[in-house]
Structures are given as C-alpha cells and as structure tokens.
C-alpha cells in the first residue's frame, strides 16, 4: 500500500516538474511561483513531506478508526441478523404450535359436537321409547276401562231388559213374573252374550 501512495506522490512530482519546466521555458520572471523551475525542488521536497505526514495521519490514526467503525458495525448487523434468524425460528414454532393447537381444538370440538349430538340421539330415542310405553299403559288401562264400562252397561242393559220384559209380561200376558225368572229369561233371551 505504501508503494502505491510512494509510486502516485513521484508520479504526481514528475507531472509538476515537467509543468514548471514547460512554464520556465515559456515565461522569464513573471507567471506563478510554483511553477517556477527555480523553486520547484524545496516544493517537491515539501510535497513528499506533507504527503508523508497525511500518510502517516491516516494510516496509523484515521482508517484504523474507519476499520474499527465498519468492524463494529459489521459486528453489528450480523447479531442483528443472527437475531432475526432465531426470532423466525421462534416464531416458526409459534405458528406450527399455534396451528396444531387450533387443528387439536377443532378435532376436540368436533368430536364434542358428535358425542353430544349422539347423546341428544340416546336422549330422545329413550323419551320415545318411555312415551310409548307410558301410551301403551295408557291404551291398555283405556281398553280395561272401556270393558268395565261396556261390562256395567251389558249389566245395566240386562237389568233394564228384564224390568221391560216384566213389565211388558204383565201388560201383554196380565200375570206377573217375578225379577230372578224375568233375569233369566233375558239371559236366556241374550245367549251369554255380553
């Protein structure tokens, strides 16, 4: 590196002695001090010296500044993206933890919906069932209450049906018969029937 800077400070010199010898040649007294031929070794000389200590200013004190000012910030943005990586990882899991949380809820919802739909199912087919049973009770304690009463009033019909036939005896006939021989003349009449 200082070879190059070495190289480009005698390059840029011998540019300005060729100028200040065009310039001595051209012009005798009047013109610009510096590029007077007379004067152009202590300019060169102060030349290498100032480029010398710029030089030096900035290799040793102004780029390991800039170096160590890039090198932070290099540093830097690699923990950044470092960090950017592991937060999407992180965040990564929380979504496929997220998704499989909301595929277990819907699974479990799902089969809550199922369980309590064949329950809702179970629930009625049993109050069907308990409502047919509880009819037939109904229709069997009817039909014997209908026989009961068809029963008493067979009976009421028998016994009407003998105080007609005793008093239809004794109107028509003009003898009276007395209710046991009426009774059974009815039954007789009647067959059993009920």
Do not use: C
């Amino acid at each position: 590196m200082r070879g190059r800077f070495l190289a480009a400070g005698l390059a840029l010199g011998s540019v300005f002695a060729a100028a200040a010898a065009t310039a001595a040649e051209g012009q005798s007294g009047a013109g610009l001090p510096q590029l007077d031929a007379t004067r152009f070794a202590p300019q060169l000389i102060w030349l290498a010296i100032t480029f010398g200590a710029l030089y030096l200013l900035m290799s040793r004190v102004a780029l390991p500044r800039v170096a160590e000012v890039l090198e932070t910030r290099a540093d830097h943005i690699n923990d950044d993206l470092r960090r950017a990586e592991e937060s999407r990882g992180e965040a990564e899991a929380v979504m496929q933890a997220y998704e499989k949380a909301l595929v277990d809820a819907r699974s479990k919802a799902r089969a809550a919906a199922l369980e309590a739909s064949e329950a809702a199912k179970a629930i009625s087919e049993e109050r069907q069932r308990e409502a047919g049973r509880t009819l037939q009770e109904e229709a069997v304690a009817a039909e014997g209450r209908i026989a009961e009463a068809k029963a008493a009033a067979m009976g009421n019909v028998r016994s009407v049906a003998a105080e007609v036939a005793i008093a239809a005896t004794k109107r028509i006939g003009g003898f009276d018969v007395d209710a046991e021989r009426g009774a059974a003349a009815v039954a007789a009449a009647m067959g059993g029937r009920a």
